[in-house]
């Protein structure tokens, strides 16, 4: 089983976190990682408050896509740490004008669900259930591990004539903070 043991800085950040996020617009409502039956997964739950320029975007007809990357790192003492395992999670929320209906496409497990109502959507959005991270047993014992997880708005992913004044402008850029997690099997 993995023990997973939080460092006085994170539980420093994590008090911090939801006074930072709610800033960013991605927030972390909880996030949990664990095993069953020798694989190692992952939940999260993030909330989501668009800026008004996102906003106007989506009612607009542009949609809008979210990364959520997972990275682990097997800590090393005498160089950088080294890069066990690396995973995106692409999401697209899209307004559907003629059916007054939102749509949250997971690029990921390749499935799309509508929702009658914008809160809904950003709901769906913000959660992953039981991603499989990767098996157990990859894990030496006694090694510490880092496992890295932060969701931002993919402003490449917007339409061509959007992007140049997107990537200039901060209202159109959504981010959550890092979030961390120490492991040692």
Known sequence: MLNIKPSLSLLFWLALLPAIAQASGISF????????DGIVL???????????KLQEAL???VPL????QINMQQENDWRWNTSIMELDVTKVLSYQPLADQYRVDDLHQKIWQMYATQEAALRALGEIRDLTL?????LEKGKRYFVNVQTQHD???LPLPLRPMAYALPAWHLSSKLWEW???P
């Open 29 to 36: 409502k909880a996030v949990s990682l664990g095993a069953d």
């Open 42 to 52: 992952l939940d999260i739950a993030e909330q989501y408050t668009l800026t008004p």
């Open 59 to 61: 009612e607009n007809g």
């Open 65 to 68: 896509t979210f990364v959520t």
């Open 134 to 138: 990767f098996e157990e047993r990859l």
């Open 155 to 157: 402003v490449g992913a």
């Open 182 to 184: 120490q492991l040692k």
